[in-house]
């Protein structure tokens, strides 16, 4: 899903879901992160929107540097979630596994979608291709996207938090 905001649908949901497990900005940054390589390849000379960085392999370089990126700049992004009402601190090691279980769910889900992508390089395959539907994918990232605001609103409502 190149330039869409579609994988923040799950993020928002998931991430609410797992409050307190979940670092939710890291896990919302990472979610779209991946996006970023389609961008860069349209302006080369060549013929696929996804490469490397659509593996396991390749997501997992993204995933560590966005978990460098957020636990760098931890105190803005706690200070966005008081105003929002999400107070939570976080470690390196969550930020680390949030950014990762982020970059790896984009991998997944996009792994149905497009035969250009190889999830599981260096193998040439992609076993996932076809097996959803993409209306389907697209459908289950819309209304999670809407379900995710249920969990926000609860918790900003009732004053449910992780602690600060």
């Known amino acids: 899903m190149p330039f869409t905001p579609f994988h923040l649908g799950p993020a928002l949901f998931i991430g609410l879901l797992l409050f307190p497990i979940l670092d939710i900005p890291s896990f919302l940054i990472s979610s779209v992160a991946v996006d970023i390589e389609p961008f860069f390849l349209m302006f080369q000379v060549s013929p696929y929107l996804h490469g490397f960085f659509r593996s396991y392999l390749g997501a997992s370089i ?11 700049l931890r105190n803005v992004s706690h200070r ?25 769910f984009h991998v997944f889900l996009d792994s149905f979608l497009y035969t250009d992508i190889r999830p599981f390089y260096p193998l040439e395959a992609n076993p996932l291709y076809g097996v959803v539907q993409s209306r389907i994918i697209y459908q289950f990232c819309g209304i999670s996207f809407l379900l995710g605001l249920l969990p926000y609103i609860y918790r900003a409502v009732k004053g449910v938090s992780s602690g600060p």
């Open 62 to 72: 993204i995933g560590i540097l966005v978990a460098l990126i957020v636990y760098a």
């Open 80 to 104: 966005i979630l008081a105003a929002f009402r999400l107070p939570q601190k976080s470690s390196f090691k969550k930020i680390l596994f949030t950014s990762l279980f982020g970059v790896y």
